[in-house]
């Protein structure tokens, strides 16, 4: 009996290890944490929709911005409203789908920060690159094909850490504390970017410790 406990402590403490969100308490989402943001001169139908679970933002080039008078850049994107945070382990998980063709466009991001306006920016590039802002490698092969997304915020110990599909790629130095919360979707690198860009997202949640 010990010997057959022991077996089965090890295959639970090997699940929770290949988990990211092994810890962590799911938090409930509602419909108003789902935040549109959408270029401002178009009705939400032409650049979103929600079918079968399934949340499709898609954004052309010479869209106008998602706010008279903002000078960034054309973006359709879900923000996790209702749920900033300052301090704390927080934690994204969503199924994401990046179809062939979109490129320098931010997909998943954690907005706030104490030095600049984000603390974590994830871009998909031709051929289907994922990069840490438009620099560092996440990883390869993104396009048409479904994958997990978790993405880690450790606040209070100043570092930001990215799961694919239950493997750990990358890790990080956040920019300091702030206001911060999660948004996934598409939105228009500064530079280099496809004209028409487009991500699709399921099973969104929310996690922290």
């Known amino acids: 009996m010990p010997l057959l406990l022991a077996?089965?402590?090890?295959?639970?403490?090997?699940?929770?290890?290949?988990?990211?969100?092994?810890?962590?308490?799911?938090?409930?989402?509602?419909?108003s944490n789902f935040v549109l943001q959408k270029p401002y001169d178009v009705p939400l139908d032409q650049r979103y929709s929600?079918?079968?679970?399934?949340?499709?933002?898609w954004v052309y080039?010479?869209?106008?911005?998602?706010?008279?008078?903002?000078?960034?850049?054309?973006r359709t994107e879900i923000h996790i409203a209702g749920l900033d945070y300052s301090s704390g382990v927080w934690q994204f998980e969503g199924h994401g789908f990046v179809p062939n063709g979109t490129s320098g466009a931010t997909v998943a991001q954690i907005h706030g920060a104490a030095h600049g306006n984000t603390t974590l920016l994830l871009r998909i590039y031709a051929p289907g690159e994922m990069r840490y802002y438009s620099s560092l490698h996440v990883a390869d092969g993104m396009y048409d094909r479904w994958f997990r997304l978790n993405m880690i915020h450790d606040v209070d110990g100043g570092k930001v850490t990215v799961f694919?599909?239950?493997?750990?790629?990358?890790?990080?130095?956040?920019?300091?504390?702030?206001?911060?919360?999660?948004?996934?979707?598409?939105?228009?690198?500064?530079?280099?970017?496809?004209?028409?860009?487009?991500?699709?997202?399921?099973?969104?949640?929310i996690y922290r410790k």
Request: net charge negative; charged share 25%.
């Open 164 to 205: 694919l599909d239950g493997e750990q790629k990358f890790q990080y130095h956040d920019q300091g504390p702030g206001d911060l919360f999660f948004k996934c979707g598409v939105y228009g690198a500064p530079a280099n970017i496809s004209y028409y860009m487009e991500s699709r997202w399921r099973d969104i949640k």
């Open 50 to 57: 929600f079918i079968d679970g399934v949340h499709r933002m």
């Open 7 to 31: 077996l089965i402590t090890s295959c639970i403490n090997a699940a929770g290890d290949d988990d990211p969100t092994f810890g962590f308490t799911e938090i409930s989402l509602n419909q």
């Open 61 to 74: 080039a010479d869209d106008k911005p998602h706010a008279r008078g903002s000078n960034t850049q054309p």
